[in-house]
């Protein structure tokens, strides 16, 4: 069993930026893709970024290209989302998952995620 827990999250201005973190624990979670989604208000959970077991291969959902940056520190069991010019469109609960041990990083639908943390809030004002 895996256990996520974010943090990071808060209110800031348009413009500004925020670190998430995602701690893991309960297993090693090496090797199990990992991703950030984020729902707003009244609307579906959407991929935020995702990473592969080893570290080396992403992805963004066309939004947050360019803006943020996923990454994974393994001897820590955590997992980051970088986030740079925040909009207030941004304004979401961000959340951590991890996949299957081997999947695919290429996974952008939440069913296809077996663990979740329970989300940290993200507020940019304009």
């Known amino acids: 069993q895996v256990q996520l827990a974010e943090s990071g999250g808060g209110l800031v201005q348009a413009g500004g930026s925020l670190r998430l973190s995602c701690a893991a624990s309960g297993r090693t979670f090496s090797y199990f893709p990992m991703a950030w989604f984020r729902q707003a208000p009244g609307k579906e959970r959407d991929i935020v970024a995702t990473?592969?077991?080893?570290?080396?291969?992403?992805y963004y959902g066309d939004p947050v290209k360019g803006r943020f940056t996923i990454s994974r520190d393994v001897a820590k069991n955590t997992v980051y989302l970088q986030m740079h010019r925040l909009k207030p469109e941004n304004t979401a609960v961000y959340y951590c998952a991890a996949g299957s041990p081997g999947g695919s990083y290429y996974s952008l639908h939440y069913s296809e995620y077996n663990y979740w943390g329970q989300g940290t809030q993200v507020t940019v004002s304009s």
């Open positions: 990473i592969d077991w080893t570290g080396a291969r992403t």
